[in-house]
């Protein structure tokens, strides 16, 4: 079965602070896809970032970095210096080669204060 | 490019009727999928195509129908609407048929059923 766990409902910050949202996905197949996207207040939702299971460096964009561990069977997603226009609902999801499906997580929310 | 257009952006139904929701890309995209969007539970697939002639179902189909004529243009048909069909939709479309490349989605319809 395939599953994508965003434990963190809703994360508070400060303007400028460092954000790490979770997300920890289950699959059995050794091929597969993870991706995040952002659903900004608009509403809309925005590719972030995809990532294959036979990539696991880091990748950093900005002041956005994901961190993918297999071991774990994590794709944390970091946030540094966070501003007011990253408050968004982030989601993570997983496709997987056994399936043609692509299964989303229930979402974070980030609110950054300023 | 308009990218994936969906109409309308508000509807407002009584239980019991029925209405299509309109969803249409123009990107010559192979693949495309309907999401409803729900508090607390990520995106849910309801149903997918790989291509014109060819539909399937996702995680939540009852309730809902889909035709593909064309490659441009997928709609989803509510037969019967029940309160249980609040939510807001999405549409989205993928360059080719497997979901291991981004989707790119609609600004979504928001459905209440009184």
């Known amino acids: 079965a395939q599953k994508v766990t965003q434990a963190q409902t809703e994360i508070s910050v400060v303007e400028k602070e460092d954000v790490t949202l979770d997300c920890v996905y289950e699959t059995r197949d050794t091929t597969y896809y993870l991706f995040w996207y952002k659903q900004p207040p608009s509403g809309e939702l925005v590719f972030l970032i995809r990532r294959n299971s036979f990539d696991e460096q880091n990748e950093i964009s900005g002041r956005y970095s994901w961190n993918f561990q297999k071991s774990t069977s994590s794709f944390n997603f970091t946030i540094t210096a966070s501003q007011v226009v990253d408050s968004a609902v982030y989601f993570c999801a997983l496709f997987s080669g056994g399936y043609n499906k692509l299964i989303f997580g229930a979402g974070t929310r980030l609110a950054v204060h300023p | 490019n308009a990218g994936v257009t969906q109409t309308p952006k508000f509807q407002v139904l009584k239980t019991g009727q029925s209405m299509t929701l309109q969803c249409a890309q123009d990107?010559?995209?192979?693949?495309m999928s309907w999401y409803r969007q729900d508090p607390g539970m990520g995106l849910r697939l309801i149903h997918y195509s790989v291509g014109a002639g060819i539909t399937d179902q996702g995680e939540v189909p009852n309730g809902y129908n889909v035709s593909r004529s064309t490659t441009e243009d997928f709609p989803l048909r509510l037969l019967s609407a029940a309160p249980s069909q609040t939510s807001v939709y999405f549409c989205a479309s993928s360059p080719t048929s497997s979901l291991s490349y981004e989707q790119y989605f609609g600004p979504g319809t928001r459905l209440t059923v009184t």
């Open positions: 990107m010559n995209h192979e693949y």
